[in-house]
């Protein structure tokens, strides 16, 4: 039987500057996942939508427009109305550091600033993903 | 829960349930073929309607554009619609990118749209080998109409007809002569025709080559049976009465349509195409007609692999490492080696 990891990267609020989510994309892709990309400007709407209806493992958000601290909350709060407060949440972009804390309070399981390797990110997603299958 | 799937939430309309069984049905594990046993007598009774056509024609945003007027319609109920979505997997890695939905954004949180975008897992023909089965349990599960949006294909990608009641084949200017309209392959499933991208230039040379190259063809003569490419299969299938359409000599001819999907262009006459299309199945016979012809090449599909691998099971390694040797080696041929196997 195959299972393959799913992952949703989706681009809230207004930036349009997709260059990191593709790159993301692309490295899960190369590493044998199957990533749901769904383009610029998602309301936090379309992006529970997406993930209920895709059943995936992940949801990363990619953010560059500096209101990561207003778009994510609203983002894990749709998520968990839906009933998918299960799912991993990872937020990539241009997010101080000093904001991190705050964010992993929140809920969100990793966050990848500038210089982050994408092997990294694939190693996390596979860890995390391994870890809700025995949860 | 994962590995679990609750059959009757997916009957009463509970879109978590629905995406969970999707998953365990694409992955064919038992939870899902046990699904999948429970759901096919709710099966049925759904319109299937194949998008297919070359990449960058403008098939998800037609689909887009087709569903958001299924959703509204001028008149009528409203329709509700699932979309499967399939996109090619890496023959390298097995990873996909899925990107559909980016063209579906006018959709994308409609509760009465379903969109499941799906990988292709190695199987070539346009969808996955678990299409058939994603789209049986979208059926089950109540929506009316099932979009079903193909690989980009090219010629031969043909499977989608087998699937689909109504085959949509769509096509952008600019793309090849008129000898490439009479070819045989991904034009002879359409049952309507879309020149997508009608404000280029080209557009109307597009439409003539396709209207012309249909003058040629004998729509409707070709029964279901035979449209599958005079496959053998492993049981005489069932003989189905064909006569009614046959006598009265009725046959659909394929409407060739401009749309401009970015813009909603003429997307009103491909819906109405496809209730035409859907009528004309009924009433003269094709409808079961299609369905009875796509459960048996399933059935046999899945013999031929159950064959196969009951086959592996019982022969012996040693024999055939030696006939590979021996193909191997140019002593006997692939068709020689293939008897001799069978007959070890």
Same mark, same amino acid.
């Given at each position: 039987m195959d299972r393959k990891i799913r992952v949703l990267i989706a681009k809230p609020g207004l930036d349009g500057h997709d260059r990191g989510a593709k790159l993301i994309a692309r490295a899960l892709r190369d590493a044998g996942m199957e990533v749901i990309y769904t383009g610029l400007r998602q309301t936090p709407q379309m992006i529970t939508a997406a993930a209920l209806q895709e059943d995936v493992d992940m949801v990363g958000l990619s953010i560059l427009s500096g209101a990561h601290m207003t778009l994510v909350p609203r983002v894990l709060e749709s998520l968990k109305e839906a009933g998918l407060g299960d799912v991993a949440v990872f937020v990539g972009g241009i %997010? !101080? @550091? @000093? *904001?991190w804390p705050a964010l992993q309070k929140m809920g969100v399981r990793a966050v990848y600033g500038p210089g982050t390797t994408t092997q990294q990110v694939i190693d996390d997603v596979r860890r995390l993903v391994s870890g809700q299958a025995e949860a | 829960m994962r590995d679990t799937v609750d059959v009757q939430a997916v009957l009463a309309g509970d879109r978590r349930a629905l995406a969970r069984a999707l998953t365990e049905v694409e992955n064919d594990s038992p939870a899902g073929r046990e699904a999948l046993d429970a759901l096919f007598p709710h099966s049925g009774k759904a319109h299937l309607v194949g998008v297919t056509g070359s990449p960058g024609t403008g098939k998800s945003s037609l689909v887009n554009q087709m569903t958001r007027l299924l959703r509204n319609p001028e008149e009528g109920e409203a329709k509700k619609v699932a979309i499967v979505a399939v996109d090619p997997s890496s023959p390298f890695t097995g990873g996909a990118i899925l990107g559909d939905r980016i063209r579906m954004r006018d959709i994308a949180? *409609? !509760?009465g749209v379903f969109i499941r975008s799906m990988a292709s897992? $190695?199987?070539? $023909?346009? %969808? &996955?080998? +678990?299409t058939s089965a994603l789209v049986r349990v979208l059926d089950a599960a109540g929506f009316d109409l099932i979009l079903i949006e193909t690989v980009?294909?090219?010629? =031969? @990608?043909?499977d989608i007809a087998r699937l689909a009641h109504t085959t949509i084949v769509v096509e952008a200017p $600019? +793309? $090849?002569? /008129?000898i490439q309209a009479i070819k045989a392959g991904i034009l002879e499933i359409a049952d309507i025709l879309v020149v997508n991208? &009608? /404000?280029? =230039?080209?557009a109307d040379n597009t439409l003539r080559a396709l209207s012309a190259s249909l003058e040629f063809a004998r729509p409707g003569q070709i029964s279901a049976i035979d449209r599958f490419h005079h496959k053998e299969l492993a049981f005489a299938p069932v003989k189905l009465d064909q006569t009614t359409n046959e006598s009265k000599n009725e046959h659909w001819t394929p409407p060739v349509l401009k749309t401009i999907s970015t813009e909603g262009v003429g997307i009103e006459k491909v819906v109405e195409a496809i209730e035409k299309h859907a009528t004309f199945l009924r009433t003269h016979n094709q409808w079961h007609i299609r369905d009875a012809a796509r459960l048996q090449e399933e059935l046999n599909e899945l013999l031929m692999a159950a064959f196969a691998a009951k086959w592996r099971k019982q022969v012996d390694q040693r024999k055939i490492e030696a006939v590979l040797g021996e193909m191997l080696a140019r002593k006997l041929s692939p068709q020689s080696a293939a008897l001799k196997l069978l007959s070890a």
């Open positions: %997010i !101080p @550091e @000093e *904001d | 949180d *409609d !509760p897992r $190695g199987h070539l $023909g346009g %969808i &996955a080998r +678990m980009g294909a090219g010629q =031969s @990608e043909v $600019g +793309m $090849g002569d /008129d991208k &009608a /404000d280029h =230039s080209l």
